[in-house]
C-alpha cells in the first residue's frame, strides 16, 4: 500500500529543544516538501527537495534544517533558533517538481511548543 | 496583492445546493492549477486538476479563465460529505516550478 508517513502526529516540544519530524514515502517519488499551516494562512514552503542529496530553502526556512539522504526519507528538525514553531507540519513528495506534478501529502505533525 | 486569493466564508448551503467558489492569481505566468480539499485538522488531498478547456468528475465542475486569472470550482448537489475547505493551487513558470496555496474556502452542507 503506497503513500506518505509521517511521526509523529502529535508532538510536544519545550522551548530551546531541537525536535525532528519524520517522513518517509514508498511512491518512488523524486520531490519531496515540507511545509507548515497556521490558522488563517495557506501552506507555506519551508524546504524542498528535487533529488536525493539536494534541497532547497523555501519560503520560510529560517529556523529549520532538513536532509535528504535516501530517496524516501525527507526528514525535518525544528531548531530552537524556530522563534514562532507550533503549527502543522505537512511533508509532501511528487513523482517530479514539473509543473503538472501533482503533490500528495503525509497525514501531518502537530507541533506545539510549551 | 496576494499570489493567490480565495473567499474563506465559510459558506453555509443547504443539502442538494449548487455551489461556487472562485480564486484569484496574480501571475500571468502561472502553468498549472489544482483544487485540494482539506478536512478539519487533516491533510490536504487532491480534489481535481484544472485543465484549459475545464474539467468535470461527477458533481464537481473546474474551469480556468487565464484573461481574468481566476479558477472556479463548482459543485452541484451538495452533499454533507462535502463539507470541508477547499484549497486553490497555483505552479507557476521556473525552474523549481513554484507552487502557491491558496488560504482556503470553508464549505458547510446544511442537512
Known amino acids: 500500500d503506497g503513500g506518505i508517513t509521517q511521526s509523529p502526529k502529535y508532538l510536544f516540544r519545550k522551548e530551546g529543544q531541537n525536535v525532528t519530524l519524520s517522513c518517509e514515502q514508498n511512491?518512488?517519488?523524486?520531490?519531496m516538501y515540507w511545509y507548515r499551516q497556521d490558522p488563517g494562512q495557506g501552506l507555506r514552503l519551508i524546504y524542498y527537495?528535487?533529488?536525493?542529496?539536494?534541497?532547497q530553502k523555501g519560503d520560510i526556512a529560517e529556523g529549520y534544517s532538513v536532509s535528504r539522504e535516501k530517496k524516501e526519507s525527507f526528514p525535518l528538525t525544528v531548531t530552537s533558533a524556530q522563534k514562532n514553531p507550533t503549527a502543522f507540519y505537512l511533508c509532501?513528495?511528487?513523482?517530479?517538481?514539473?509543473?503538472?506534478?501533482?503533490?500528495?501529502f503525509g497525514p501531518g505533525t502537530r507541533l506545539t511548543v510549551l | 496583492r496576494k499570489e493567490v486569493e480565495q473567499d474563506p466564508g465559510p459558506f453555509n448551503v443547504p443539502e442538494g445546493a449548487t455551489v461556487a467558489f472562485n480564486c484569484t492569481y496574480s501571475?500571468?505566468?502561472?502553468?498549472?492549477f489544482f483544487w485540494y480539499r482539506q478536512d478539519c485538522r487533516k491533510e490536504p488531498k487532491l480534489l481535481m486538476s484544472?485543465?484549459?478547456s475545464g474539467n468535470e468528475d461527477g458533481r464537481f465542475t473546474a474551469q480556468l479563465n487565464r484573461a481574468s486569472q481566476y479558477i472556479s470550482l463548482l459543485i452541484r448537489d451538495s452533499k454533507l460529505s462535502d463539507s470541508a475547505t477547499y484549497l486553490c493551487?497555483?505552479?507557476?513558470?521556473?525552474?523549481?516550478?513554484?507552487?502557491?496555496f491558496g488560504t482556503g474556502t470553508k464549505l458547510q452542507v446544511i442537512p
Open positions: 527537495s528535487q533529488i536525493v542529496n539536494d534541497f
Open positions: 509532501a513528495s511528487s513523482i517530479g517538481s514539473q509543473f503538472a506534478d501533482t503533490q500528495y
Open positions: 501571475n500571468s505566468a502561472s502553468q498549472s
Open positions: 511512491l518512488n517519488h523524486d520531490a
Open positions: 493551487v497555483v505552479k507557476g513558470a521556473g525552474g523549481y516550478q513554484k507552487v502557491t
Open positions: 484544472v485543465y484549459s
